[in-house]
C-alpha cells in the first residue's frame, strides 16, 4: 500500500494504532472500504464528512491533528474536544461564547471544500 500524502499517513496511523484492517476501519466509520483504499493510495483526498465520521466515531482522534498534523495522537484526553477548544488550538483568540452578539469582531474563517481542502483566512488587524 502507496501513502503519499501526509494525511492518508495519519489514517493510516489510526488504522495501525487502534489494530484495524481496512475494511474494519472502513466499516466502523460507515464509508465503502474502496474510499479508504483510494484516500491511502492518495487517488482521492479525505472529504469533511469523511474526517468528521473518523473523529466521532474514535474520540482518542484529534481534529487538529487528523487535518493538518498538528498535536496529538492519540489524543491526551478522554472527553470529546469542544469546538471552542479547537478554535483555541488553532487561534490566539478564541470566542468564549456564540450569542449571535454583532459587537464581536471576527478573529479567523475557515471554509471548507467538497475535496476535503480548507483554507484559513485570518482578520485584518487595524492599527
Do not use: C
Request: proline letters at 5%; a neutral charge; glycine letters at 8%.
Amino acid at each position: 500500500m502507496f501513502v503519499n500524502n501526509e494525511i492518508a499517513i495519519r489514517i493510516k496511523s489510526v488504522i495501525d494504532h487502534f489494530g484495524l484492517t481496512v475494511s474494519s476501519f472502513a466499516d466502523s466509520i460507515g464509508v465503502q472500504r474502496s474510499s479508504i483504499s483510494h484516500i491511502l493510495s492518495g487517488r482521492n483526498k479525505p472529504s469533511l464528512d469523511f474526517v468528521l465520521k473518523v473523529v466521532k466515531i474514535y474520540p482518542e482522534v484529534n481534529l487538529y491533528w487528523l487535518l493538518i498534523g498538528k498535536g496529538k495522537f492519540p489524543a491526551q484526553s478522554e472527553k470529546e474536544t469542544s469546538p471552542t477548544e479547537i478554535s483555541s488550538k488553532i487561534g490566539d483568540e478564541a470566542p468564549t461564547k456564540t450569542s449571535g452578539n454583532s459587537n464581536s469582531d471576527p478573529v479567523r474563517m475557515v471554509v471548507f471544500y467538497a475535496d476535503g481542502t480548507f483554507e484559513s483566512f485570518d482578520a485584518k488587524k487595524n492599527g
